[in-house]
């Protein structure tokens, strides 16, 4: 159980056009969806909370504008970079918190496989 | 907000040994720590973690262990094997949405 699936697994861009990654919790629902961004030979960052029904809160430092967070249903979340740059060309990853393990006190974050994405 | 700062950044060790990696956090009110081991281009896997009212915890060869008055966590492996070389990140919860704050990572090599 408690499993993370990411869409696209690696995608590879023209500057200036905008892609979207999806994040799904597969067996489980969750209120709390987060966003990461890693560089090479780097730690995990967190980019932004994304809140289901609500609007996403951002890291300092991380544009809203562009990078755009949908949380729409329970077990979708969705990243946009908007008008992507070579400066962008990263591993995107995802986590999710199962709400009914929160509700038993359990903070465990279970992670996406990351999507790579390259600017050109 | 909360900083974790995770030391060595680089470990090497042989086989059969045992390893430490160790780190440090700000935020006082932090309450869960996981240690998460990564491969090379796939997701972070939880390996052990432990809540703030818990002073130690083991699993087979791995142990991690708190400090709360110090604010200082660490992770033990015993009897390493290769299949133990990895980057490991320490992280800590912090703020009401209990976001994940992550060390620098440690590459661990195991050498045979």
């Known amino acids: 159980g408690a499993v993370v699936s990411q869409h696209p697994s690696r995608v590879i861009c023209k500057s200036g056009t905008s892609v979207k990654i999806e994040c799904r919790s597969l067996?489980?629902?969750?209120?709390?969806m987060f966003w990461y961004r890693q560089f090479p030979k780097q730690s995990l960052m967190l980019m932004a909370t994304?809140?289901?029904?609500?609007?996403?809160?951002?890291e300092q430092g991380v544009e809203k504008d562009k990078f755009l967070i949908n949380h729409a249903s329970l077990t979708l979340s969705t990243l946009t970079v908007t008008s992507a740059h070579p400066e962008d060309s990263s591993f995107y990853i995802c986590?999710?918190?199962?709400?009914?393990?929160?509700?038993?006190?359990?903070?465990?974050?279970?992670f996406g496989p990351g999507t790579r994405l390259t600017v050109l | 907000g909360e900083n974790v700062e995770q030391h060595p950044s680089t470990l090497s060790v042989q086989e059969g040994d045992s390893a430490v990696i160790k780190c440090t956090y700000s935020?006082?009110?932090?309450?869960?720590f996981p240690w998460y081991k990564q491969e090379l281009g796939k997701r972070p896997q939880l390996i052990i973690d432990i809540r703030s009212n818990v002073g130690e915890k083991k699993d087979q060869r791995i142990a991690v262990t708190l400090n709360k008055t110090a604010k200082h966590f660490s992770l033990h492996i015993t009897e390493t094997q290769p299949e133990d070389s990895a980057v490991y990140f320490c992280a800590a919860t912090w703020g009401g949405a209990q976001k994940l704050v992550f060390g620098q990572g440690t590459r661990l090599t195991i050498n045979p």
């Open positions: 935020d006082s009110a932090s309450n869960y």
């Open positions: 067996d489980f629902q969750a209120t709390t």
């Open positions: 994304s809140n289901e029904g609500s609007k996403a809160t951002y």
């Open positions: 986590s999710a918190r199962d709400i009914d393990r929160v509700g038993r006190g359990y903070n465990e974050q279970f």
